[in-house]
């Protein structure tokens, strides 16, 4: 999996959809979305007296959120890096966190 952190600064929609259409003209494209912002995003907790707790947010104190994310099929982390840092999230103060995904049986 790829996790998309970024600050959404200097990538242009055109270079996210030629991206887009490169992981899933490889071949490698299982699933995919970008996140609503992150004022859209609530939170919830389970309290000490087992209360469910419901809160706006998180907010991030950095400029990096969690904007989105690739599920690739790749054969080893070098082919999943090599993806990432193709990414247009990965310029620009962005990161990618490239993560495995379990499968239970």
């Known amino acids: ?9 200097g990538c242009t929609p055109q270079e996210w959809m030629d991206y887009d259409k490169s992981v899933r003209e490889a071949g490698i494209f299982v699933s995919g979305e970008s996140l609503a912002e992150q004022a ?3 939170s919830v907790t389970i309290g000490e007296s087992g209360e469910r707790v419901v ?10 959120v969690l904007g989105g994310f690739y599920v690739i099929d790749v054969p080893d982390l070098d082919a999943a890096t090599d993806w990432a840092a193709r990414c ?4 620009d103060g962005g990161s990618m966190v490239v993560r495995p995904v379990v499968e239970y049986a």
Do not use: V
């Open 55 to 64: 809160t706006d947010g998180p907010y991030a104190e950095a400029r990096e």
């Open 1 to 9: 999996m790829l996790l998309i952190h970024g600050s959404g600064d």
């Open 40 to 42: 859209l995003a609530t």
């Open 88 to 91: 247009p999230g990965a310029r």
